[in-house]
């Protein structure tokens, strides 16, 4: 059975940094890619940064410069450091696996979420 497992969420204050970790069981991640998405309140669901399966990232025009995404090198583990962090980048955190892919696709594979406040 497929889990994503996330911790590192957290209360910080704008300007601050905080760190969010996946840990993966049962998957590794791999040709279809990896992801974090984050959610804010009564907003759509926002794709942040997307890790390719040749270890290219892309990010979203409103963390670019300030958040990075990584995998470790058995690619069972991702990670995404924020920086800078903005009160705009209040929102519940999700890493997922085949971010392009529907959600109705066995394949795509969701974290629980992760809550990250960020207070002005």
């Known amino acids: 059975q497929v889990q994503l497992v996330e911790s590192g969420g957290g209360s910080v204050q704008a300007g601050g940094s905080l760190e969010l970790s996946c840990a993966a069981s049962?998957?590794?991640?791999?040709?279809?890619?990896s992801g974090w998405y984050r959610q804010a309140p009564g907003k759509g669901r926002e794709l942040v940064a997307v890790?390719?399966?040749?270890?290219?990232?892309r990010y979203s025009e409103s963390v670019k410069g300030r958040f990075t995404a990584s995998q470790n090198k058995a690619k069972t583990t991702m990670y995404l450091q924020m920086n800078s962090l903005k009160s705009e980048d209040t929102a519940v955190y999700y890493c997922?696996?085949?971010?392009?892919?529907?959600?109705?696709?066995?394949?795509?594979?969701w974290g629980q979420g992760t809550q990250v406040t960020v207070s002005s």
């Open positions: 997922v696996a085949c971010p392009y892919y529907l959600d109705s696709d066995v394949r795509k594979h």
């Open positions: 049962g998957y590794i991640f791999g040709d279809c890619g």
């Open positions: 890790i390719f399966s040749d270890n290219t990232i």
